[in-house]
Nanobody
Framework: QVQLVESGGGLVQAGGSLRLSCAASGIIFSINAMGWYRQAPGKQRELVATITSAGSTNYVDSVKGRFTISVDNAKKAGYLQMNSLKPEDTAVYYC??????????????WGQGTQVTVSS
């Protein structure tokens, strides 16, 4: 069964960097599109960054210039590079992706979430 497995979260000081990974386990043809969301305690889940199958990216204003989303279909994985981290970036981060099978069908999946904590 295909899953999205996240890794790379942790505790970092303000100004530091983390790289989140979201890897598809199981046999798929490609990652068509991916998004990264985050949810801080007591807040709604927020869309942080997206990337399309054509490589077009979009970011919420609060992370523009600091975060970079990417997909490597050779590795069947996506990434969120986070630089210049701020305490307000503290949240559980979730990846969401449209995975295309060799049957040409596409299904949407969520990762399990990974905690990012930025200390001041």
């Amino acid at each position: 069964q295909v899953q999205l497995v996240e890794s790379g979260g942790g505790l970092v000081q303000a100004g530091g960097s983390l790289r989140l990974s979201c890897a598809a386990s199981g046999i798929i043809f490609s990652i068509n599109a991916m998004g990264w969301y985050r949810q801080a305690p007591g807040k709604q889940r927020e869309l942080v960054a997206t990337i399309t199958s054509a490589g077009s990216t979009n970011y919420v204003d609060s992370v523009k210039g600091r975060f970079t989303i990417s997909v490597d279909n050779a590795k069947k994985a996506g990434y969120l590079q986070m630089n210049s981290l701020k305490p307000e970036d503290t949240a559980v981060y979730y990846c969401n992706a449209d995975l295309r099978y060799y049957s040409d069908r596409t299904y949407n999946y969520w990762g399990q979430g990974t905690q990012v904590t930025v200390s001041s």
